[in-house]
């Protein structure tokens, strides 16, 4: 059975960073690669929104309200996809999902971790 374990997020202050990560437990090699892997984020409140994500080639997505502070990767060998979030800002607060969609297969959600931004 394939699960998304994500990291634990935590508490930062603005301009501060922080790296989240989420591993597809289960999933074999060869439907990796034909998964696109991605985070998505909801603040109380608001609806679930993309925030980047990395195709099996390394294309990324990005929200415009990341661009140039987030970064997402990926290691096929691990199984592996990262959220790197640098100069974090309050509105970036936020419960944050890891996401697979896999071609002519399922979409899965991890459980969702709390990232807070606050001084």
């Known amino acids: 059975q394939v699960q998304l374990v994500e990291s634990r997020g935590g508490l930062v202050q603005p301009g501060e960073s922080l790296r989240l990560s989420c591993r597809a437990s289960?999933?074999?090699?060869?439907?990796?690669?034909?998964?696109?892997m991605g985070w998505y984020r909801q603040a109380p409140g608001q609806q679930r929104e993309l925030v980047a994500s990395i195709d099996n080639s390394g294309n990324t997505n990005y929200a415009d309200s990341v661009k140039g502070r987030f970064t997402v990767s990926r290691d096929a060998s691990k199984k592996t996809v990262y959220l790197q979030m640098n100069s974090m800002k309050p509105e970036d607060t936020a419960v944050y999902y890891c996401?697979?969609?896999?071609?002519?297969?399922?979409?899965?959600w991890g459980q969702g971790t709390q990232v807070t931004v606050s001084s």
């Open positions: 289960g999933m074999i090699s060869s439907v990796f690669w034909q998964t696109t």
């Open positions: 996401n697979s969609k896999t071609r002519n297969g399922p979409e899965r």
